[in-house]
Every structure is written in structure tokens, then in C-alpha cells.
């Protein structure tokens, strides 16, 4: 259940449950779309939300898509075997200077 809205005149409003059991409903007014934004004609899709935006993206070379995520070195993400063996040598090093 998502997070109720109170109307001017005091009824509770769940928008989520609304917005997913109208998702396939064309909006109103002169905008042929659902409310994934899925363009639509006759009832029918004709494109899909993804389709639309990576076609925005393409024909819009000086659009950029920013991502708020650094990047990461290849070498960051390991096997889980990889991870064992790092962890196998760091004990062994250990053993080894604690005997000089």
C-alpha cells in the first residue's frame, strides 16, 4: 500500500494503487500516451516508454545521460574463489611474520 493523499474534501487517496490500476488507460487530453508513457493509438502501443527515450538519446547527440555513480576499477569486483584465496594469503603472511 503506498503512502495516502487527503483530498481538499477529507477522502484518502492511495495515488500508487491508482496510478497501476490505470497504467494501460490512455491519459486525457490530447496526449496519446498511458501513464508509463508508452505512446499509444487505438488502444494499442505503437512504442514503448524505453523505446522513446532511447530514440531522444539517439537523434540527440548533445543530450548527455549523467550517472551519479563513480566509476569503478575492473579489478574491484571479485570471484567469490578469488576473494577465498586473497584471504588464504593475507592469513599465511601473517603466520609467516609473527615466527621472525
Known amino acids: 500500500m503506498g503512502k495516502l493523499y ?4 477529507g477522502k484518502k ?3 500508487e494503487a491508482m ?3 490505470n497504467e494501460h488507460a490512455q491519459a486525457l487530453g490530447n496526449a496519446s500516451m498511458n501513464a ?3 505512446i499509444i493509438k487505438n488502444g494499442k502501443i505503437l512504442k514503448s516508454r524505453a523505446d522513446v527515450v532511447q530514440e531522444y ?3 540527440n547527440p548533445s543530450a548527455v ?3 551519479l555513480k563513480k566509476e569503478l576499477p575492473n579489478d574491484f569486483f ?3 574463489a578469488e576473494a577465498i584465496e586473497q584471504i588464504k594469503e593475507k592469513a599465511t603472511r601473517k603466520i609467516v611474520e609473527k615466527e621472525d
Open 78 to 80: 571479485q570471484t567469490p
Open 57 to 59: 538519446y539517439q537523434s
Open 19 to 21: 496510478i497501476l490500476k
Open 13 to 15: 487517496v492511495d495515488m
Open 6 to 9: 487527503q483530498t481538499a474534501r
Open 65 to 67: 545521460q549523467v550517472s
Open 36 to 38: 508509463r508513457g508508452d
